[in-house]
């Protein structure tokens, strides 16, 4: 069923020690003769503060009349263009902190031998902490999360919370994109973040949070997107660091095991070396890092006890023992050409090895009985390799530029399960082999066009993904397991879209106005003598626009509106015809007839800031409405 869901967020946003903001910006233009067009060189450009009229940054034009000034921090300002015979152009600047240029086009000077007095704009800075878009944190300069791993790191951070089976939830929900370089690779899965706890995070530079994603982005991910950010180094000749972290949990039992079974994991030791390799050199830069990672966990620890009609009372425990080895190698070069173009090859291959042991006792009331002893190994390898190239071309005005990209994911699953089934009768050997392939090709083009008071963004996405699963069984003494529920399967997907954005700022206003356009054909072959299941799939052509605005009413308050639209498309594990066998008494399998689920989220945000810069913490209120978008039933999810 589709949904309308209705957010209200009056929240105050925390601002601390972690980067949330643009707040270095680069301007740039060109600056000619009115009368014939021409550019002119070596004109004295000069940025001074508003409110005392300070020196800040100044440059000169080039030969082609073009000039660049970095670094310069969101506030208001004045800007001067001044050349020997030539009238003073003095303009009053705001420099916002949406985007990281602002392009002043072309700025014109008029000859005369008489000069303007100086122009003094009285204003107040803009004191702004929050991107409309995102949110950072950095990794590499928290020495307490480096050591573990990325999922644990993700836990520290507001607003993002996590299960006992790796789903990652932003603001409640776990409809959440996870991109790695802010690509969407098999590495963290499309629609499963399990792969997170295996990551170290000493090899991640900082993570974006984007609550309210733009057209820019994929319109899965209905609660937004995390943009993990790998560290490469950018300092001239060789660099290298080497790393090392360990530690323990599981320390104490927090609940003892039912009787005769394996002990339960303690100490839960953690290794994580790790080798970081830079070269730069004129135009090249090369980089290589290495990571690996073992740990012992106890993965799950459950106690259920449950109450049958007739009074009957069993206790269990299902208990999870698991041993990881994550080995992954990040490596490419960078190629600047020249001064407009350059070229960025990287691959990524990464091996993940899970060991589970697990032990489910089923005991009568009173302790005094085991009914049943199911007990299991699990053997898994992950196979991941990625292929990536960048190509980019800048433009003569700073922040102007070009992007083309191809990436390539494959990625294998290949798991190994026996269960041990021990009755008071008889003793049951049951199994079962998955191998998954899982191939994804990825092709995008995005121009961005700064402006005065913004951007434009634009661009088009084309994504083939393809999937082909086989599972087979060999069932036991006693077994549950149906050899026929097993086979063949293939999920495949192709999706193209366009988007445009365009981002505008003033003194008061803050915009961005988005619309992607996606089209999706998913499709989903069982094989045709399944006694259960028959393919299916879907496909459809959506729009999904975006809104964002902000009202400045002050140095301190601002109000802030957001509109967006995005689907929940089912994922290949969502609609897997096999059954999975995660506890003796409870089997998971998918739905091959679920359709995507779409959602218009609208939000209300209210930020206010001490003259100090410091605001208080979160507080959130929601109240969800559903609402059917009266679309045909083929494109409503199954309840």
């Known amino acids: 069923m589709t949904k309308c869901v209705v957010s209200i967020l009056i929240s105050f946003l925390l601002i601390g020690s972690l980067n949330a903001q643009v707040n270095s910006i680069t301007l740039s233009g060109i600056v000619k003769e009115k009368a014939s067009n021409a550019a002119i060189a070596y004109v004295n450009i000069i940025v001074k503060n508003a409110k005392d009229s300070s020196f800040v940054a100044g440059t000169v034009s080039n030969e082609e009349g073009r000039f660049s000034i970095a670094n310069i921090k969101p506030g208001n300002y004045s800007i001067s263009y001044s050349y020997t015979g030539f009238m003073i152009n003095q303009q009053p600047l705001l420099i916002g902190s949406l985007s990281a240029y602002i392009n002043l086009g072309t700025i014109t000077l008029e000859v005369d031998g008489q000069q303007l007095k100086e122009v003094i704009v009285n204003s107040k800075q803009d004191n702004l902490n929050n991107k409309l878009d995102k949110k950072t944190y950095s990794i590499a300069a928290n020495i307490s999360q480096a050591g573990g791993s990325v999922l644990q790191a993700l836990k520290n951070l507001p607003g993002i919370t996590t299960g006992q089976d790796g789903k990652v939830a932003l603001r409640g929900s776990d409809k959440v ?159 600047n050409i020249n001064e407009q173009n350059s070229l960025t090859l990287s691959g990524f291959y990464g091996t993940e090895k899970i060991i589970d042991r697990g032990d489910q006792p089923f005991f009568n009331k009173d302790y005094t009985n085991r009914n049943r002893l199911w007990q299991f190994l699990e053997d898994e390898l992950k196979t991941t390799v990625v292929v990536s190239a960048v190509y980019q071309h800048k433009f003569k005005e700073a922040g102007h530029v070009l992007n083309m990209g191809f990436n390539y994911t494959f990625h294998r699953e290949d798991e190994k399960n026996n269960f041990v089934n021990t009755l008071s009768n008889s003793i049951g050997l ?27 963004e634009t661009g088009i996405k084309f994504r083939y993904r393809d999937i082909p699963t086989n599972m087979q069984f060999k069932p036991g003494v006693n077994s549950p397991l149906d050899v026929n529920a097993g086979g063949a399967a293939t999920y495949s997907e192709i999706i193209p879209a366009v988007y445009s954005n365009y981002i505008f700022e003033s003194n008061k206003i803050e915009a961005e106005l988005g619309l992607r356009i996606e089209y999706v054909d998913l499709q989903y072959k069982v094989n ?7 393919s299916d799939g879907y496909n459809y052509t959506q729009p999904f626009p975006n809104v964002r605005l902000a009202y400045k009413i002050n140095e301190q308050n601002k109000l802030s509106f957001f509109f967006n639209r995005r689907v929940d498309r089912p994922n290949e594990v969502d609609i897997r015809i096999f059954p999975k066998y995660d506890d003796a008494e409870l089997i998971k399998v998918g739905n091959p007839a679920l359709s995507p689920q779409f959602t218009n989220s609208f939000e209300l945000g209210y930020k206010t800031n001490t003259k100090k810069g410091i605001s208080t913490r979160p507080s959130t209120i929601e109240k969800p409405m559903a609402q059917s978008l009266g679309l045909p039933p083929k494109y409503r999810r199954a309840l």
Do not use: C, M
């Open 177 to 335: 994109a996870i991109l790695i370089d802010g690509k969407q690779t098999a590495l963290t899965g499309f629609g499963g973040q399990t792969g997170l706890d295996n990551i170290p995070a000493s090899a991640i530079e900082r993570i974006e949070i984007i609550n309210n994603p733009s057209a820019k982005y994929d319109a899965n991910g209905n609660a937004g997107i995390i943009n993990i950010i790998y560290k490469k180094n950018k300092q001239e000749g060789f660099n290298g660091k080497l790393g090392f972290a360990t530690g323990l949990g599981a320390i104490w039992e927090k609940k003892e095991n039912l009787p005769n079974i394996r002990p339960q994991y303690q100490g839960t030791p953690k290794i994580n070396p790790s080798l970081s390799l830079n070269y730069r050199k004129n135009k090249t830069n090369l980089f290589l890092q290495s990571d690996w990672l073992y740990t012992e966990t106890l993965n799950k620890n459950e106690f259920v006890t449950r109450t049958f009609n007739d009074g009957t009372i069993i206790n269990s425990q299902l208990k999870r023992n698991r041993n990881t080895h994550f080995f992954n190698n990040s490596f490419g070069i960078d190629w």
């Open 430 to 456: 049951d199994s079962f082999k998955l191998l998954s392939d899982e191939h994804v090709a990825d092709f995008n083009l995005d121009y961005t066009k700064p402006l005065k008071h913004g951007r434009i």
């Open 528 to 534: 045709p003598n399944h006694n259960t299941y028959k």
